[in-house]
């Protein structure tokens, strides 16, 4: 039984509805053209070492350029429809468009009847928030759906605990956020597929000042790549394993011994 359609179709809705306000059926066509997009990326990827490849007009970048002007006018149009309503005197609706634009440019104006208002979100930086949250939302959280949902099925045990902890704590009452953020066992499975399957296998820093990792260097603007499912499956061949971890200001620490991950 494949799950993986149903999981995307399940994420895709409910962020369309928390964050949008719109069913999935209104965002269907913004989920499709990014699904499209990806596949064009990941064929654009063995040719990315040639120079100024992106600006070559082939077809697979041409395709990708139409989507990019698509996805941004769908998206343009929902922002279009939600800055006329505030511009009416209607409240901002409480999801995602409505709560960017309260902090736009316009907004902060038409606020104080003034030009020089402090800066806020210029509407591009809008859509640009939009796009992503679309992409990056339901694309992770179907991946890790569907992975707890293959554990699981790997080891009946847990699954027994899960559903106990969810039936003891809710049972036939529908669940609220307070409830949810009090499922131990289920929050730890959760954490624990995350550790083992991550939906984004590849982090990347970018490094805005000096940096000194071990006896390394890293010059302003580089930027350095670590593999998470190569730090849990190939210690071996790394020598030690890579433990990451996000201080105060979002920096990757990476010991002294686990430069081999670092390129």
């Known amino acids: 039984m494949d799950v993986w359609p149903e999981m995307q179709n399940l994420t895709r ?10 069913s999935y ?6 989920f499709q053209l ?20 992106w600006y070559l007009p082939t077809e697979n970048n041409k395709r990708m350029k139409q989507i990019a002007r698509e996805v ?20 901002a609706k409480d999801d995602l468009p409505g709560l960017l634009l ?23 930086e809008v859509i640009e928030e939009c796009k992503t949250f679309y992409f990056t939302g339901q694309e992770t959280t179907s991946v890790l759906l ?6 699981l099925s790997m080891h009946s045990e ?47 820093r970018h490094a805005y000042k000096i940096m000194q990792l071990g006896n390394l260097t890293i010059p302003p603007g580089a930027c350095f790549y670590a593999c998470q499912y190569y730090s849990y499956t190939m210690t071996v061949k790394y020598g030690a394993l890579m433990q990451l971890s996000s201080n105060q200001h979002g920096l990757l620490k990476v010991s002294q011994r686990q430069q081999g991950m670092v390129s």
């Open 13 to 22: 809705d409910v962020i369309s509805r928390a964050a949008f306000g719109s």
């Open 25 to 30: 059926q209104e965002g269907r066509r913004i």
């Open 34 to 53: 990014q699904d499209e997009l990806v596949e064009h990326i990941v064929n654009a990827l063995p040719t990315t070492v040639l120079p100024f490849n």
């Open 72 to 91: 941004r006018t769908l998206i343009m149009n929902i922002i279009a429809k939600r800055e006329k309503a505030i511009q009416n005197g209607e409240t």
């Open 102 to 124: 309260e902090h736009s440019n316009v907004k902060e104006k038409e606020q104080k009847g003034t030009s020089d208002s402090s800066p806020g979100m210029t509407t591009d």
């Open 146 to 151: 569907t992975w707890t949902l293959v554990v």
């Open 158 to 204: 847990s699954q027994e605990k899960a559903r106990d902890e969810v039936l003891q704590r809710f049972g036939k009452q529908k669940p609220d956020f307070d409830g949810l953020s009090r499922l131990k066992i289920v929050t730890m499975i959760l954490y624990e597929v995350l550790r083992l399957y991550p939906p984004a296998v590849m982090l990347t």
